[in-house]
């Protein structure tokens, strides 16, 4: 079967950073999303990675390491406004989106 | 200018009514789709469409049918309401069905059925 792991919720301080991961099992590999997604809102992207390294874009770097499965979102200097769900997606080997449950994190003054 | 829009936002209902929702995308993009966001907040996807074809149709009951006039709207009409149906449900566009295209998500539509 498919499956994608996320951590459920995370806390971390304001002005902090934090690594939220994601690990995947899928059927082949085509590429791996990050999408933010605050609390009654739609998500919205944040990074796409289809080659192993780090991928940074202002205060959010992703990672990917295919051979393990593995990626993690890194945010930095963290604001409250940083307070949201993150969703890990996984592109398979026919090309569909395959959606984490997501990583609810809450940022503490 | 809103890039993917829903309507309504808010849908309260009774068991056993049939609904609609309708989805329009204005970012000139070939596919749509359509998620469900259950309680526990696990996006599935329901239906996908390139073109005005359908490309993806996931288990979904058959009381769900997708409709797609031209490829800037979706439409998703619900028959027969049941109270698992409580959910928000998302639509989406993306450049082309290929995958690796990012999704554009509208704002959602909560849909409580008493």
């Given amino acids: ?109 | 200018d809103t890039a993917v829009s829903q309507t309504p936002k808010y849908l309260v209902t009774q068991m056993g009514n049939d609904k609609s929702i309708k989805c329009e995308q204005n970012l000139g993009h070939d596919t749509m789709y359509w998620y469900k966001q259950d309680s526990k907040k696990f996006l599935k996807i329901m239906f996908s469409y390139n073109n005005k074809e359908l490309i993806i149709n996931e288990t979904v009951p058959n009381r769900f049918s997708p409709k797609s006039p031209d490829k800037a709207h979706l439409n998703l009409h619900i028959n027969s309401l049941e109270l698992g149906d409580s959910a928000v449900y998302f639509c989406a566009s993306s450049q082309t069905s290929g995958g690796t295209d990012t999704q554009y998500f509208g704002p959602g539509t909560r849909l409580t059925v008493l």
């Fill in chain 1, 1 to 109: 079967g498919q499956n994608i792991d996320q951590p459920t919720e995370m806390t971390a301080t304001e002005g902090a950073i934090v690594q939220i991961n994601c690990t995947y099992q899928t059927s082949g590999f085509n590429g791996l999303f990050w999408y933010q997604q605050h609390a009654g809102e739609a998500p919205t992207f944040l990074s796409y990675n289809v080659l192993d390294g780090l991928e940074e874009k202002g205060r959010f770097s992703s990672f990917l390491s295919r051979s393990k499965g593995y990626s993690y979102l890194l945010l930095k200097e963290l604001q409250m406004k940083d307070s949201a769900s993150y969703l890990c997606a996984v592109i398979d080997s026919n090309y569909q989106l395959i959606w984490g449950a997501g990583t609810k994190l809450i940022i503490k003054p």
